[in-house]
């Protein structure tokens, strides 16, 4: 809402800075080839007489008019009715006055020359009023468009938000379900970190956006309780450093690839190894992730999911254009890299 409002406030600022700048723009002019400020005031006057009803007309509709009737169904036909309304209203009392030419003109031109260049101005006026308001429709549809453009961003971002809240919360509870077999000490210990776990991700991360600092204080406990399910023959490895500035970022964006990469990566028969890493360096957040790839897995199968799907389209709504997603699978390793512009 907020990021609405600022391109509403800066489209109308754009436009009363067009509007000031035509009004002003002759007399400006004037004054600087000529240096007479009375040539001036007089030209700034005759424009301001011209532009400023074409203003009240344009004004009138894109402040009014559009949002009142255009905008609300079944109210269309009132939108109609007021410019036709408006428009003849300052239009007719010049269309039923009779002008008076002047006679050198006269002599020029001929009375029905001037005729016909009195209604050709006529004319002339209501085409570019009738221009006018269907700018001011032309432009409050793209700021409708746009914005309902956003609503619907943001509702499916909460949509894929909330879908991965419980995908990640019951892969956690298994987690600690098989904890408690191996050592109950450790799982009372973890118990203590699924709070915090279970506290994050169903409040704190409700904000659009977070400190990196809380987003890895999050996965260096995710990825402890992962690590508690593996055996002696798994190697897992973290680096995610605090950056030392202030940071935002989304929250839970980076999990489903943690995820994936246990659950891929860790074959209790084999030697097998996770890494992770994430740093901060130059405004941008870069992420890895590798594992073990064993040969019955492809890429196909380990680079795909619904929680990598929901990450990848979260990644396109919150960081358009400034993000990269690569995967690369070899004959023993799979690894993931993300970078994001924040």
């Given at each position: 809402m907020a990021t609405r409002n600022r391109q509403n406030y800066l489209i109308d600022l754009a436009q009363l800075i067009a509007w000031v700048g035509l009004m002003l723009?002759?007399?400006?002019?004037?004054?600087?080839?000529?240096?007479?400020?009375?040539?001036?005031?007089?030209?700034?006057?005759?424009?301001?007489?011209?532009m400023l009803p074409l203003f009240v007309v344009y004004a009138l509709n894109y402040y009014l008019l559009?949002?009142?009737?255009?905008?609300?169904?079944?109210?269309?036909?009132?939108?109609?009715?007021?410019?036709?309304?408006?428009?003849?209203?300052?239009?007719?009392?010049?269309?039923?006055?009779?002008?008076?030419?002047?006679?050198?003109?006269?002599?020029?031109?001929?009375?029905?020359?001037?005729w016909a260049f009195y209604v050709g101005a006529l004319l002339a006026g209501i085409f570019v009023q009738v221009i006018?308001?269907?700018?001011?429709?032309?432009?409050?549809?793209?700021?409708?468009?746009?914005?309902?453009?956003?609503?619907?961003?943001?509702?499916?971002?909460?949509?894929?938000?909330h879908q991965l809240n419980p995908h990640f919360l019951f892969n956690t509870l298994n987690n600690i379900s098989s904890l408690t077999q191996i050592d109950p000490d450790k799982a009372q210990e973890s118990i203590g970190q699924l709070s915090?776990?279970?506290?994050?991700?169903?409040y704190d991360s409700?904000?659009?956006?977070?400190?990196?600092?809380?987003?890895?204080?999050f996965m260096n406990n995710y990825i402890d309780l992962m690590a508690l399910r593996c055996?002696?023959?798994?190697?897992?490895?973290?680096?995610?450093?605090?950056?030392?500035?202030?940071?935002?970022?989304?929250?839970?964006?980076?999990?489903?690839?943690?995820?994936?990469?246990?659950?891929?990566g860790v074959n209790a028969r084999y030697p097998s190894f996770v890494r992770v890493s994430m740093h901060y360096a130059g405004g941008e957040l870069h992420f890895?992730?590798?594992?073990?790839?064993?040969?019955?897995?492809?890429?196909?199968?380990?680079?795909?999911?619904?929680?990598?799907?929901?990450?990848?389209?979260?990644?396109?709504?919150?960081?358009?254009?400034?993000?990269?997603?690569?995967?690369k699978a070899d004959s023993n390793v799979y690894s993931v890299e993300v970078t994001l512009k924040v």
């Open positions: 723009a002759p007399s400006l002019v004037d004054l600087t080839i000529t240096r007479e400020v009375s040539s001036s005031l007089k030209i700034l006057s005759g424009t301001l007489h011209l559009i949002p009142l009737f255009l905008h609300k169904a079944g109210k269309a036909k009132w939108f109609f009715l007021s410019n036709v309304v408006l428009l003849v209203a300052w239009n007719l009392p010049r269309m039923l006055k009779t002008p008076e030419f002047p006679q050198e003109t006269l002599d020029q031109f001929g009375e029905q020359g001037m006018l308001i269907a700018m001011a429709v032309g432009i409050r549809h793209i700021m409708r468009t746009n914005e309902e453009k956003m609503e619907v961003a943001q509702a499916e971002l909460t949509w894929l938000k915090d776990l279970l506290r994050y991700a169903l409700e904000a659009n956006q977070v400190p990196l600092s809380a987003e890895i204080d055996n002696e023959s798994t190697t897992v490895q973290k680096e995610l450093e605090e950056p030392m500035e202030h940071v935002q970022v989304a929250p839970l964006l980076f999990i489903s690839l943690v995820e994936n990469a246990f659950k891929h890895r992730a590798e594992n073990s790839l064993f040969g019955k897995q492809g890429s196909d199968h380990i680079g795909s999911g619904i929680g990598l799907d929901n990450m990848k389209r979260r990644l396109e709504l919150l960081y358009p254009g400034r993000y990269t997603y690569s995967q």
